[in-house]
């Protein structure tokens, strides 16, 4: 035990910083925004905690390994940050944070096209695991799944991101995306049709499917 | 409908984001329900897709370099600067009201003790309290009250008595005057003769018509005419320094 941690002082740091914690994390979005917003540095704190893996996992999905996901994370929390001032209320702050996010990604993404070393995400990974085994089996599934995603088109992919895994409706992810609703139906339409020809749930060509009667 | 339009309505319909029309559409369609149900593994096989979370030092380091360039101040820190301003101000205006206190206690005791000397002074006089009633009675009266004038400084008790004799035989007039005046404003007769000290009132005196300062042989006296009942005049001359009566001629 470290001097320190065993002082009385010390001791009743922890206690306060934990009851604090404790006290931020019962608060809602909206008490910690305008806290933050007040200038309050522990309910930003706060605030990223809690959005952390959320916006993580976006950011995974969106850039499809775990050094761009990193980046892309740290970029989206800037910008977070630095926008905050401006985040007048008018949507949740999840789906605000959800649109500076996807757009931090995106442009990672483009970042990341223009450098010379492109590849399919944890490619050395995938190398090395064995369909027969169960776990690897489980390590291939979600590894297509990612390469099947990075196969999307970013617009598409994020549209399926952000309904399939952020679990946004329509009108939220046209506020993210920017676009209308019904522009976000056909991207997540396209894209669902895409992840589904290359994970093989639907190997025919669209051409060959038997067609709806009319 | 071409096969884009069946995607887009499958999905939609996985999403319940149809209307009734096209809900009643799908289900009566079974190549549209199986590509609904095709459609919904994708995006089952999706959700169930586990995202590892970030390591809790990857996390933390983000939310730091965050925190690091948040225009967003420390609220804690303000908040105790502010507590420590408010204490330094706190400390400046309780000294200050202890300097103005104990000032104010000086200059009351220094005025008490100025008073203390006057009663004091006051209680030398050779006038009794019963004398200085009668005698703050007679200043009160138009009869004795008076007009002050600086009379000079003098080497001798002559020279003072024959000024004192100029002066009041050029004054006789004014007297009676200031009489007249002081009958109409005897408040302001009181204060002019309210510091000087009660001269020794000749017994037969029925007015006073002179009343001065003078300086005799370096010494502060206080010079008073009195007209007596057979119409003489009595000069008395007091010390001002102890209040008591120094010599009184008949001029």
Redesign the interface.
């Known amino acids: 035990m470290t001097p320190a941690a065993s002082t009385p002082a010390s001791r009743k740091s922890r206690s306060t910083r934990s009851s604090f914690r404790r006290i931020r994390s019962d608060a809602d979005d909206a008490t910690l925004v305008a806290?933050?917003?007040?200038?309050?540095?522990?309910?930003?704190?706060a605030l990223?905690?809690r959005h952390?893996?959320r916006l993580?996992?976006l950011c995974?999905?969106l850039a499809g390994n775990r050094a761009d996901?990193?980046d892309a994370?740290?970029e989206a929390?800037?910008a977070?940050?630095?926008g905050?001032?401006r985040f007048d209320g008018r949507s949740a702050f999840s789906t605000w944070s959800y649109r500076v996010a996807t757009n931090a990604c995106l442009d990672e993404l483009r970042r990341r096209r223009r450098r010379p070393d492109l590849g399919l995400p944890d490619d050395d990974a995938l190398l090395g695991a064995d369909p027969a085994d169960p776990v690897d089996e489980l390590v291939v599934?979600?590894l297509t799944?990612?390469a099947a995603?990075q196969n999307l088109p970013p617009d598409f992919r994020a549209a399926?991101v952000l309904?399939?895994?952020c679990a946004l409706?329509?009108a939220e992810i046209g506020e993210v995306l920017g676009v209308p609703p019904g522009t976000v139906?056909?991207r997540?339409?396209?894209g669902?049709?895409l992840?589904?020809a290359r994970?093989g749930?639907?190997p025919e060509p669209?051409?060959d499917?038997?067609?709806?009667?009319? | 409908m071409n096969d884009f339009e069946i995607d887009e309505l499958a999905s939609a319909y996985l999403d319940d984001a149809v209307t009734d029309e096209e809900r009643a559409r799908v289900d009566a369609d079974p190549a549209l329900r199986s590509r609904v149900d095709e459609l919904r593994r994708v995006r089952d096989a999706l959700r169930a897709s586990a995202v590892e979370p970030a390591s809790a030092d990857a996390r933390d380091s983000a939310i730091a370099s965050a925190l690091a360039v948040s225009p967003v101040v420390d609220l804690q820190a303000e908040r105790a600067e502010r507590a420590r301003r408010r204490v330094r101000v706190a400390s400046i205006a309780a000294a200050v009201i202890l300097v103005v206190g104990v000032a104010g206690v000086l200059l009351r005791s220094a005025s008490r003790d100025a008073s203390t000397k006057s009663s004091t002074a006051a209680a030398a006089s050779p006038s009794s309290s019963s004398t200085s009633s009668a005698a703050a009675a007679e200043a009160s009266s138009p009869l004795f009250s008076t007009v002050t004038h600086e009379l000079g400084a003098y080497a001798d008790r002559d020279a003072l008595v024959a000024a004192v004799k100029t002066a009041s035989s050029a004054q006789a007039t004014a007297t009676a005057g200031a009489a007249n005046d002081a009958a109409a404003t005897p408040k302001a007769a009181e204060s002019t003769t309210s510091s000087r000290c009660s001269p020794s009132t000749p017994p037969d005196a029925v007015s006073q018509t002179f009343s001065d300062s003078a300086v005799l042989a370096g010494a502060p006296v206080q010079v008073d005419v009195f007209v007596l009942h057979d119409g003489s005049r009595r000069l008395v001359v007091t010390s001002v320094g102890t209040c008591t009566l120094l010599f009184t001629q008949t001029l």
């Open positions: 806290d933050a917003q007040r200038g309050d540095r522990q309910a930003l704190d990223l905690r952390y893996d993580h996992a995974f999905r996901a990193a994370t740290q929390l800037l977070i940050v630095r905050l001032p599934g979600e799944m990612d995603l399926v309904r399939d895994v409706d329509y139906r056909s997540i339409a396209r669902r049709a992840l589904a994970l749930g639907n669209a051409s499917r038997p067609t709806p009667e009319p």
